[in-house]
């Protein structure tokens, strides 16, 4: 059966998921609190090239005799609800704002080649992303909207599926249709390895957008110890500034503490954060 097929593509990457989850874990870099803290909004503006190249890939391929059982625009579509979140986040001009890394370009690229060279190779696109997000939606949803103060649903759009009234359900329905796609050997064999290509294209993503944030981080650490040094050197007329940089130093201690607070939250926000960007929820399979 295709689903389970796949299902064992997954697995036989599972070790490299834990070692990547480990590697870049709070444990093990303190540095990545900031990134857990602007994680929403990076992804935001990576899923936003990602499904609009998925969508757009799926679409022109409605009728394909592979994508047609799993093609559920009104249930699964995530492309305008990311665009809300973007808007409340960024503003109306938020097109002019977002910044992606290579890695999405690449996987934006990749999904807008097989819908017109393989669009059969969709179908582990699609499984990878939207029951990922699909089974890890609500859970996801609240830890974003506690550790960013929303209120209401404002820039949650992502998270939430209106057009499924039962995951599981859902879930069952679309594995269903995924089993039914008739494919010869050799096409069988081109989309497992398509799945484990997509499953790595999302570790990718994540990385990347990890690397934003460190090299944000430098610059603002050089900045800082740039400003700290012209203080030195003009302490008397610049106390303004001094006095400024002592709360930078505070609001910094501060995330240290909340970062030292409780190894059992930082190991479940990391997974949590992880298992989003890769877009495959454990109880997707």
């Given amino acids: ?162 057009g499924v009234s039962s995951p599981n359900l859902f879930k069952q329905l679309y594995r269903s249709r995924m089993n039914s796609i008739e494919l010869e050997e050799e096409e069988r064999k081109g989309m497992l390895e398509e799945a484990v290509r997509a499953f790595e294209l999302n570790i990718q993503v994540f990385d990347d957008l990890q690397k934003m944030v460190s090299v944000t981080e430098r610059e603002s650490e050089l900045m800082h110890t740039t400003t700290r040094n012209r203080c030195t050197r003009h302490s008397s007329t610049h106390s303004k500034l001094a006095d400024g940089e002592k709360l930078t130093v505070r609001s910094l201690q501060i995330q240290t503490s909340l970062v030292n607070a409780s190894p059992l939250f930082r190991m479940v926000l990391g997974i949590c954060v992880a298992l989003a960007t890769v877009g495959m929820g454990i109880y997707a399979f």
């Avoid at 093990?28 to 990076?42: A, E």
């Avoid at 704002?97 to 990749?110: D, E, G, L, M, N």
């Fill in 1 to 162: 059966m295709l689903h389970h097929s796949i299902m064992c593509c997954y697995q036989l990457l599972w070790v490299k998921v834990l070692c990547f989850m480990y590697n870049g874990s709070i444990e093990t870099n303190p540095s990545l609190y900031p990134f857990l803290v602007s994680f929403p909004q990076l992804l935001l503006c990576s899923l936003y090239e990602i499904y609009q190249a998925l969508e757009e890939a799926l679409d022109n391929n409605s009728n394909h005799p592979s994508v047609a059982p799993i093609y559920f625009p009104l249930e699964l579509a995530r492309l305008e609800s990311v665009e809300r979140d973007l808007e409340h986040f960024y503003g109306q001009d938020w097109r002019e704002k977002i910044v992606v890394p290579a890695a999405t370009k690449i996987y934006a690229h990749r999904l807008r080649q097989i819908g017109k060279d393989n669009p059969e190779y969709l179908v582990a696109h699609a499984y990878t992303r939207y029951l990922g997000d699909l089974s890890g939606g609500q859970v996801l949803g609240r830890i974003t909207q506690k550790s960013l103060g929303l209120k209401g649903g404002e820039g949650l759009s992502f998270f939430s599926f209106p």
